[in-house]
């Protein structure tokens, strides 16, 4: 009897590390987000600040805060951080929902964050971007269809230009609620 339970005992490790290399091999092949998706990401993180400050706006909200760029690293994929969702089939960045993230800078019309042509829904409120000029960056999401940039002073004219026409917007949010 005690034969068996050696044998059973060996068999059950042997199968246990199989699982274990086979389930680790799996997991990284199932890595969807394009690396040059998550170089533009960390490249867009580069340009803020983190200021708990502002974060008191989201506290008097009960909305959940925390600087979810924080998290992002060099070297995971973007699909599993904080704030970003990745299509399952293409694996390009569909979504980013920065809010109440403690950013503070300024979004240039040049920024980073207009290099994800296949995004479709932005929420970038209750950050501190106080200065920022992005009305034409914004022009370039073709497929955006859902922008929340509430509590957001603009330096330029964003309400003009782009409230006469948004074709392709389903909702936008610009005042001073999510």
Not at 32 to 40: D, E, G, N, Y
Not at 58 to 76: A, F, I, M, V
Not at 137 to 159: I, V, Y
Request: with cysteine; aromatic share 18%.
């Amino acid at each position: 009897m005690s034969k068996h339970l050696l044998l059973c005992f060996l068999f059950f490790i042997s199968f246990s590390q199989l699982l274990l290399s086979s389930s680790s091999s799996f997991s990284n092949s199932t890595k969807i987000c394009p690396h040059a998706q998550s170089l533009t990401l960390l490249q867009f993180k580069q340009s803020f600040s983190i200021k708990k400050s502002y974060s008191s706006y989201c506290e008097y909200r009960h909305l959940p805060n925390y600087p979810k760029t924080e998290y992002w690293k060099e070297g995971s994929d973007c699909y599993s951080w904080d704030g970003v969702t990745c299509d399952l089939v293409t694996g390009h960045v569909i979504e980013l929902d920065l809010s109440c993230s403690w950013l503070f800078g300024t979004i240039y019309s040049n920024s980073t964050l207009f290099l994800f042509p296949h995004l479709r829904r932005l929420n970038l409120a209750f950050n501190d971007f106080y200065g920022s000029s992005v009305s034409t960056g914004f022009g370039r999401f073709s497929s955006l269809t859902h922008l929340n940039l509430s509590d957001w002073d603009f330096q330029d004219q964003f309400h003009q230009k782009f409230l006469t026409s948004p074709t392709w917007f389903h909702s936008i949010s610009l005042g001073i609620g999510l």
